[in-house]
């Protein structure tokens, strides 16, 4: 197991190199001037232009500028943005409240999500299952700011359950409708799976031994049947984990909550592309940690994978 770890830890640092190099390209080699509209109505005085320049080191080659950030990331530096305010100042602000968001709705999207595909991957066809599938196809039918705005309108607007606006602390309490929100999609697509995985295992070879050898139907259905069933689910949620945090931009704006989506989105709309890239490059660190998380996950679930 420890050499499988450290091979999987080598083989993520050419990941990581190649993601991060893709994303700041993408951001710093658009054409164009990238102080256009700093200075107002006005073009930007040239002491300024000059400044700015060499602080993001624009006149080296693309693959120079991306080694010096590289450097001074390690260093725990995520630079600033082009108003002076640090990155990593900002994404310690943001971060905590983005990730209680995503935990919040991976915990919704798995406990419903995989218990009503249990039910119905136990159970089979009836009125539970068909109750399910339209369900699950109507929630994956909707945008996601759909299913946010009706939600906003009905719990707050008309019933006064909720405030429709989270405040800056952010508690777990306000985080729940949005998190069923940011979760509502892949909540339909576990569900799904987990019915799938279940119903297809139910007739295995090892299910139908348990079972002859006389074990009590909850320990085939819990110890042999599940295990195996929920390794497709954990690899979704553990990617998916990510995939909400960088989702999140539609529903923290949805329920105006100040996270990294809205960082991400005002650096979009400032073509701030310093504060845009730092936080892609720290979801991109989050994707290749929950990788290797579930890659690790798949020996403790099923006896029949192990890492030699």
Known sequence: MG??????????IPVFVGSTFLIYALVWALPGDPFAGKCGQR?????????????YNLNDSLVV??????GNLFSGDFGETFSGNSIGQMVADAAP???????????????????????????????????VLVSTLFLISLPVFVTGIVLQLVLA???????????????????????FVLGSLSMAY?????RASISENRRADFVRTAIAKGQPNRRVVGVHLLRASVIPVITFLGTD????????????????????????????QEKDGATVTGIVVL??????LMSLVVDLMYAVLDPRIRYD
């Not at 050499?3 to 830890?9: F, N, T």
């Not at 005085?45 to 320049?53: E, G, H, L």
């Open 3 to 12: 050499r499988y770890i450290l091979r999987r830890l080598l083989q993520l």
């Open 43 to 55: 073009a930007c005085p040239q002491p300024y232009v000059d400044m700015m320049t060499a602080k």
């Open 65 to 70: 500028q991306y080694f010096k950030y590289l």
């Open 97 to 131: 409240i983005t990730i209680r968001l995503a935990v919040i709705a991976v915990i919704i999207e798995a406990v419903i999500g995989i218990g009503a595909g249990i039910l119905t991957g136990l159970r089979g066809k009836g009125f539970l299952d068909n109750l």
């Open 157 to 179: 607007g008309q019933w006064g359950i909720i405030n429709p606006s989270v405040s800056a602390d952010a508690t777990v309490g306000e985080l729940i409708v949005p998190g």
């Open 190 to 194: 576990i569900a799904r799976l987990t």
């Open 241 to 268: 984990l990510g995939a909400l945090m960088g989702g999140a931009i539609v529903t923290e704006g949805v329920f105006n909550i100040n996270g990294l989506g809205g960082l991400v989105f005002r650096g979009i």
């Open 283 to 288: 979801l991109v660190i989050v994707y290749l």
